[in-house]
């Protein structure tokens, strides 16, 4: 079974890959991430697509290039990921929600007990 999902270009995964090592923090303000060559060894992708989306991150200030060096986890990266992924929740989970309530004609407060409802079952199924 391949480690990639065929719905979605795969330097986009690669990408997300190392977001979600930043994010986990088993990539750390100013750590070194692996070289294009271990990576493209470990994924058995090519050079480009890995270079694909090291290129975004580093586009997105995530990481920096230290030439000579390799490629390096920048200051705030952690914070910059949460920012990015909330305004992504709020874009496509959050907005559509409260869109639908409203034509529901669900009251704020019935919206409050509905998700504070669903967080303390996910809480019981723990």
Known sequence: MSQFNEKKPIFLQIKEKIEDQIFKEQLKEHDQIPSTTQMVQFYKVNHITISKGINLLVDEEIIYKKRGVGMFVAAGAKEKLVQKRKDVFIEN???PMVEEADKLGL????LDDIIK???ERDTNDL
């Open 107 to 110: 009251s704020e407060q019935e």
């Open 93 to 95: 989970f959050a907005q």
């Open 117 to 119: 409802k669903l967080k």
